[in-house]
């Protein structure tokens, strides 16, 4: 049973950073990409980045340049750096590991970006 554990998120103020962490049970090296997605109050999940298994990065345009997506192999985990956050980053951020044959989902973390 693969199990994605999402920490990190929080309150913080306009401008600030946060890092996300997942932590995968097992090795990542069998998922291929690992993603970050996000669903705002009432929204749809939206992809936010991802990472291939080479490190072929890939993100959203809403983040580029704000957001970067990273992984330790050797710590099965894949981290989202979040910096400049906005009011419209505020939603639940999930983290998303695909195989051949599934997709594995955390639970999520809710980021909230407000004064």
Same mark, same amino acid.
């Given at each position: 049973q693969v199990q994605l554990v999402e920490s990190g998120g929080g309150l913080v103020q306009p401008g600030g950073s946060l890092r996300l962490?997942?932590?995968? %049970?097992?090795?990542?090296?069998?998922?291929?990409?690992?993603s970050w997605y996000r669903q705002a109050p009432g929204g749809q999940r939206e992809?936010?980045?991802y990472i291939s298994r080479d490190g072929g990065t890939n993100y959203a345009e809403s983040v580029k340049g704000r957001f970067t997506? %990273?992984?330790?192999n050797a710590k099965n985990t894949v981290y989202l750096q979040m910096t400049s956050l906005n009011p419209e980053d505020t939603a639940v951020y999930y983290c998303k590991a695909t195989s051949q044959f599934y997709v594995y989902w955390g639970q999520g973390t809710q980021v909230t970006? %407000? %004064?």
């Open positions: 962490s997942c932590a995968v %049970s097992g090795t990542i090296l069998r998922f291929n990409p690992m992809l936010v980045a997506i %990273s992984r330790d970006v %407000s %004064s």
